[in-house]
């Protein structure tokens, strides 16, 4: 079972640089990792996915080592509209035959941006 | 493109009254599901689908059911309403898993309370 452990919550200030890392030690061959940020009352918005090396959108980074048991979303400049939950999750191909859209959401970590 | 659409948005049902959560897509998305949030708590995935006509259980289906007779529709059904049914219901959509774009796309939530 590809479960994924991050920090339950962290703090950062307008302008700084934020970095959640997400351990997935049981990482399948085939699966993606990929970050969703979910806003009070909102449903989860996709925010990246990569599968190794580094990734890079507009909104943020991803960063998976050649071991993929890990990866860090790295949010530059955060804002205090950054403030949410941040879900890492790996497609769980073993649990439900293959497809790795079957996502297994853990608690995520809320992110609380101050002025 | 409205995405994807839940109705009701909020909604109280008495013990063992029965209801139909509705959900909807425009994005031809062939995979389609049914996640409940608990506060404080993660998304956990109740059933999905992967076209018309095919359904599969998650990993808490007990107390629904579901059913997929069109690609754009995917209501999920409580026949016997119980307490630990008050959640959080998101519906999301993809592509099938390997495209480029099959991340998840969620609907703004229906919030369940049964007393």
Redesign the interface.
């Known amino acids: 079972l590809a479960k994924t452990t991050q920090p339950i919550s962290m703090d950062s200030y307008e302008g700084q640089e934020v970095n959640i890392t997400c351990s997935h030690n049981n990482i399948a061959t085939n699966d993606y990792i ?1 970050w969703y940020q979910q806003f009070p ?6 925010i990246i ?1 990569g599968y190794k090396t580094k990734v890079t959108n507009e909104v943020a980074s991803l960063f998976i080592p050649a071991d993929r048991k890990s990866s860090t979303l790295s949010l530059p400049r955060v804002s205090l509209s950054d403030t949410a939950v941040y ?1 890492c999750l790996v ?1 769980d191909s073993e649990n ?2 293959g ?10 970590t809320l992110l609380a941006v101050q002025p | 493109n409205a995405g ?1 659409t839940q109705t009701p948005k909020f909604r109280i049902l008495k013990i063992g009254q029965s209801m139909t959560l509705q959900c909807a897509q425009d994005m031809n998305h062939n ?1 389609m599901y049914w ?1 409940r949030q608990d506060p ?6 109740i059933y ?1 689908s ?1 076209g018309a006509g095919i359904t ?1 259980k ?2 808490v289906p007990n107390g629904y059911n579901v059913s997929r007779s069109t690609t754009e529709d995917f209501p999920l059904r409580l026949e016997l309403a119980a307490p630990s049914q008050t959640s959080v219901y ?1 519906c ?1 959509s ?1 592509s ?3 495209l480029v774009s ?8 229906t919030r369940l309370t049964v007393l």
């Open positions: 990929t009352s909102q449903g989860p918005r996709f996915q879900y497609g439900y035959g497809a790795t859209n079957k996502l297994i959401f853990g608690t995520g | 994807v995979y996640y404080g708590m993660g998304l956990k995935l999905y992967v599969d998650g990993e998101f999301a993809s099938p898993p390997g099959d991340t998840q796309y969620f609907g703004p939530g």
